[in-house]
């Protein structure tokens, strides 16, 4: 059965763009674009993460391997990046077709305001039938500043825009139940809501271009799987993998939706990075915050207030055992919240609309 999805974000990785001299595949760049036109033909919005601009940096400048090589990756970086988004630029031109560059940082997730913005304007270029080529803005990312991997970057991109799929193209056919290179190993074709532990059969090895392995891989389609969005893990150098993983023809591992969660809690669940304070719940909080029942964070379940944080910001709710329960946003400061620890008949700290918790 075929799977009829309206907006889906596609996310090409290193691997996939790049030869095994370092350098941009071409063909299997255009081959790639010619089914990302003829999805967009039949009405589909697309939008596409990309790596590539390195490596397109690579192809036109050689540096010297004394240099810093954080200074060189800005360098390739800066370069490459004009480069990757005119091969774009002319690949969707011969299907008339037009493309956007959409270069981000983790400070754009970092509040609601940046977070709105960025999800403006890329509503407003699918309006248009322009397909948004995002990539992570290399030039000013360094270090702490860094997405873990494009890989976070899509799964972010596909919760903002409540895409429908996020279809993520590497250099093997999805996740294997072993090590691939062995045989009698087979690909995990579907991935519901009970989740496997994959730690135990996936290697953790980076790829050889790319910055994330398949653990980050996994734990990513598992957060975004759980926010209502489908998942797909495959292998970007088979031919046709688009259409035929959009018309499940291809062994691929999928990761099923969970229900939909509301926007703001999208949000929020890709937003512990940013989190200022941290808050200790008692065991009955716990429960009742983890049970099937909609239900808000009571000064009555606080045990502690670990650290400080002002109205509106992310908190992390913690247990005893400080393991993480979820995030929210704190409708009242770090103060006030002391002053009502263990209180009855008080406003919550953190409403269920603005609560994800963890699964």
């Not at 596409?48 to 391997?65: C, F, H, P, Q, Y």
């Not at 990312?141 to 279809?167: H, P």
């Amino acid at each position: 059965m075929a799977f009829n999805y309206h907006r889906i974000v596609i996310k090409i990785g290193s691997n996939v763009f790049t030869q095994q001299d370092g350098l941009p595949d071409l063909k299997r760049i255009g081959h790639l674009v010619e089914q990302i036109a003829a999805i967009k033909k039949q009405g589909k919005e697309v939008i596409l993460v990309s790596s590539g601009a390195v490596a397109s940096g690579r192809s036109m400048i050689s540096v010297s391997e004394k240099s810093d090589a954080v200074a060189v990756r800005q360098l390739l970086a800066s370069i490459g990046q004009v480069k990757l988004i005119n091969t774009y630029a002319n690949l969707f031109g011969y299907f008339e077709m037009l493309c956007s560059q959409v270069l981000v940082t983790k400070e754009d997730f970092r509040d609601r305001l940046h977070y709105l913005n960025m999800r403006n304007c890329l509503e407003i270029l699918l309006q248009h039938q322009v397909i948004p080529v995002v990539n992570e803005n290399d030039v000013v990312s360094v270090t702490e500043l860094m997405f873990t991997d494009n890989d976070e970057l899509a799964g972010l991109i596909a919760s903002m825009l409540n895409a429908q799929a996020l279809i993520v193209l590497t250099n093997v056919d999805g996740i294997y139940d072993g090590d691939p290179k062995l045989p009698g190993s087979k690909v995990i074709e579907e991935v519901g809501s009970e989740m496997p532990d994959f730690s135990s059969f996936i290697t953790s090895g980076r790829s050889q271009f790319g910055r994330g392995g398949m653990i980050t891989k996994s734990n990513m389609s598992q957060k975004v799987a759980q926010l209502g969005i489908a998942v797909h893990i495959a292998n970007g150098t088979t031919d046709n993998i688009l259409t035929g993983v959009l018309e499940n023809k291809v062994a691929h591992t999928r990761f099923a939706p969970n229900k939909t969660k509301s926007g703001k809690k999208k949000w929020i669940a890709h937003s512990a990075h940013y989190a200022t304070g941290v808050v200790k719940v008692n065991e009955g909080a716990k429960t009742a915050l983890t049970s099937d029942k909609a239900t808000s964070l009571l000064p009555v379940g606080i045990v502690n207030i670990l650290t400080d944080f002002n109205k509106g910001e992310i908190i992390k709710l913690v247990d005893e055992q400080d393991r993480l329960i979820g995030l929210g946003i704190a409708e009242y400061s770090a103060e006030k919240a002391r002053e009502k620890i263990g209180q009855k008949n008080q406003k919550p700290l953190v409403h269920y609309d603005y609560l994800y918790l963890q699964s």
